[in-house]
């Protein structure tokens, strides 16, 4: 993750234990994909059942290039929300499919073609002149605003399809793109091709 985990406690009792259990699971989460930017874990107690006690709401929220994918868990009277660590549990299993799910909406909006290599505009920062591509390869490709050709640097818009160049020698800052040049939606295939 490019900053550090942040975790809030909200009328729970910040323990060691759970502290490490939320660590632990933040970290699994790159498993699924290395380009997570950040990660906020909000743990509460706001619903007392008069049944069973606390139950507990678990928030995660989660920046990946271009979107926050954010889960919530505060069904009342869930049984399985009673227990903390549970909770925390299954809170990280809904993050992990919902970084599933926008791997394979990605994938599906852009595909390879033969030839250059495409991707998305994910993040584009006008006033600092950078910005960010989530190529077909799936790296995220730091751009700035002198590296855009046959276009504008500021009429790029987040989600707007280019083909890219890739220095060969990355920088400290990761792999960055020496030529980027928009394309429209119909320039490249939409249909997933077979693996070589």
């Known amino acids: 993750m490019q900053t550090p985990l942040e975790i809030a406690f909200k009328h729970v009792e910040p323990t060691d234990e759970l502290k490490t259990l939320i660590e632990e699971k933040a970290a699994q989460l790159e498993k699924f994909y290395d380009g997570i930017t950040s990660c906020h874990v909000y743990v509460g107690a706001p619903h007392r059942s008069q049944r069973k006690g606390n ?12 979107t926050e994918l954010v889960v919530r868990h505060d069904q009342q009277d869930n049984d399985r929300n009673e227990h903390l660590p549970t909770a925390i549990r299954d809170a990280f299993k809904s993050v992990a499919i919902e970084i599933k799910r926008w791997k394979a909406e990605l994938k599906d909006e852009v595909k390879t073609l033969d030839g250059m290599l495409q991707g998305k505009i994910a993040e584009i920062h006008h006033d600092r002149d950078f910005g960010q591509i989530i190529a077909t390869d799936n790296r995220l490709i730091y751009f700035h605003r002198n ?48 693996s070589r």
């Not at 139950?55 to 271009?66: A, D, F, K």
């Not at 989600?159 to 429209?184: F, H, K, M, W, Y």
């Open 147 to 194: 590296s855009v050709i046959d276009g504008s640097f500021d009429d790029l818009l987040p989600r707007d399809t280019v083909e890219l160049v890739v220095q060969n020698t990355e920088s400290d800052i990761g792999p960055q793109a020496s030529t980027v040049r928009p394309i429209s939606r119909i320039a490249y295939d939409p249909q997933p091709k077979s």
């Open 55 to 66: 139950l507990y709401e678990i928030t995660i929220e989660v920046r990946v290039p271009g």
